[in-house]
């Protein structure tokens, strides 16, 4: 059984997160852990009596809001394989992610990419950038404000070939792809011509990884920066997900380096699925 956390804010980002997760495991048997997140800071202004009044009402708005959600899922669930638990937890989104990850054995993370309030333009919220900096431990999916969810038909997958790739790297990437029916679009995306010794024994070293899926690879001119040379490659393709390993070579590394602006503003068409990188 497949045991996904989606994090819920309430907003339509986030249940819209959420729609993309049931549509991506709609033959799997699943377990969805909604995860409700309030602030747990006591303020040093005010006196203990009034902290903990505020902390209650925020739990209890808390809880009311996850069980009148499951009541709304339970009954519109067109999937017997699938079922709806809440958590709701006083701290940091970080934290609790990470804590609940562990103690619930999460598979897939899967959130949205803002909150009710994000602008428009902004596709990585900070809360984003944080959760994916931040877990080490399995994947995170994330979904655009504005996607329409779909099943996977065409992946893009970003990698210069300079690091050696695992089975169990890639095992969420290539259970995705194999149960989709999906293509694998390998996008070379550097600014060198040819491959070095050890990059060419990478590739077939990926190769072998590949050998029961559709793939093919693909070479990108980089003309302005990585981030847009992919989203542009995405893009001509017609791909439905973007799929990278989170290591420091790779350009999604480079986009947490950017400036501060930048950083929240890489806006894929697609959702992104980001691999942790394992020793």
């Known amino acids: 059984m497949k045991r996904i956390l989606v994090p819920i804010d309430f907003s339509d980002n986030a249940l819209n997160a959420l729609e993309y997760a049931r549509v991506l495991f709609n ?5 969805f852990f909604l995860l409700n997140v309030y602030v747990s800071n006591r303020s040093v202004m005010l006196s203990e009596e009034y902290n903990d009044a505020i902390l ?17 899922l339970i009954k519109n669930n067109d999937h017997s394989n699938h079922e709806f638990k809440a958590i709701s937890v006083p701290d940091t989104l970080l934290k609790a992610i990470n804590s609940v990850s562990a103690s ?3 598979d897939y993370i899967v ?9 428009k333009e902004i596709f990585l919220g900070s809360n ?9 431990r399995c994947p ?7 996607y329409v969810p779909k099943t996977p038909s065409i992946v893009a997958f970003s990698t210069n070939f300079k690091r050696t790739f695992h089975q169990n790297e890639l095992a969420p990437l290539i259970e995705i ?19 070095t010794d050890k990059q060419n024994a990478n590739k077939e070293i990926l190769k072998s990884l590949f050998q029961n899926l559709d793939h093919i690879f693909c070479k990108i001119d980089v003309e302005n920066s990585e981030t847009e040379a992919l989203r542009d490659f995405a893009m001509q393709t017609e791909s439905d997900l973007i799929a990278l390993v ?13 400036d501060v602006v930048d950083k929240i503003s890489f806006n894929s068409p697609v959702p992104l699925l980001i691999l942790p990188e394992l020793k």
């Open 27 to 31: 033959n799997e048997e699943c377990t």
């Open 56 to 72: 209650g009402e925020m739990s209890d708005e808390s809880e009311h809001e996850l069980e009148a959600l499951l009541k709304k």
């Open 104 to 106: 619930k054995e999460i």
């Open 111 to 119: 959130m949205g990419t803002k909150g009710a309030k994000g602008a």
């Open 128 to 136: 984003t950038v944080k959760v994916i900096n931040g877990i080490n």
């Open 140 to 146: 995170v999916i994330v979904v655009p404000q504005s």
């Open 177 to 195: 792809t194999a149960s989709k029916g999906a293509k694998i679009n390998i996008a070379r995306i550097m600014a060198e011509e040819y491959l």
């Open 246 to 258: 989170h290591h420091k070579q790779n350009f999604f590394q480079k986009l947490m380096e950017e």
